[in-house]
């Protein structure tokens, strides 16, 4: 099948353009966050994604997370920027192609710099009658 390309419906709305993701409130406490977007790309509820769900975050300058910790895991690799990840008190330097995983029950918290941070969040998902 090599450089044969099926139109096939079924397939075909798996695939999805950036520019299409749409900017979503912020859940839990927003007092905690500064200047921070969120942008879901892929999550059970509107992709049927049984494992994972991808997030984009944008962090704009001097911006940041609130500090907390979860349950599960979750991997990160920062498209855009520089900023710091604080991980259980620890402050780490990160920058634009950085990728680094957060285990369960770590405190942490991710500042942008001067500039935006830009990044991919990969996390467990949660149930599907759950919001996201």
């Known amino acids: 099948m090599k ?4 139109q096939d419906s079924r397939f075909i709305k798996r695939i999805k353009k950036r520019e299409s993701t749409v900017q979503k409130e912020m859940g839990g406490d927003r007092t905690a ?3 921070v977007e969120y942008y879901p790309l892929i999550t059970s ?7 994972f ?10 911006g940041h997370t609130g ?3 979860h349950s599960y895991e979750h991997e990160v690799y920062v498209l855009k920027g520089k900023g710091c990840l ?3 008190g620890i402050k780490l330097p990160i920058e634009k192609d950085d990728y ?3 285990h369960p029950y770590e405190f942490h918290q991710l500042l942008a710099d001067e500039e935006m941070l830009e990044f991919i969040c990969i996390v467990p ?5 759950q919001p996201e």
């Not at 450089?3 to 099926?6: M, P, R």
């Not at 509820?45 to 494992?51: E, F, G, L, V, Y």
């Not at 769900?53 to 001097?62: E, L, V």
């Open 67 to 69: 500090t907390h910790k």
């Open 53 to 62: 769900s991808m997030r984009i975050y944008k962090i704009g300058a001097n």
């Open 125 to 129: 998902n949660k149930l599907k009658n």
């Open 86 to 88: 604080l991980l259980d």
């Open 100 to 102: 680094f995983i957060i």
């Open 3 to 6: 450089g044969v390309i099926l």
């Open 45 to 51: 509820r509107s992709d049927d994604a049984t494992n």
């Open 33 to 35: 966050y500064s200047n």
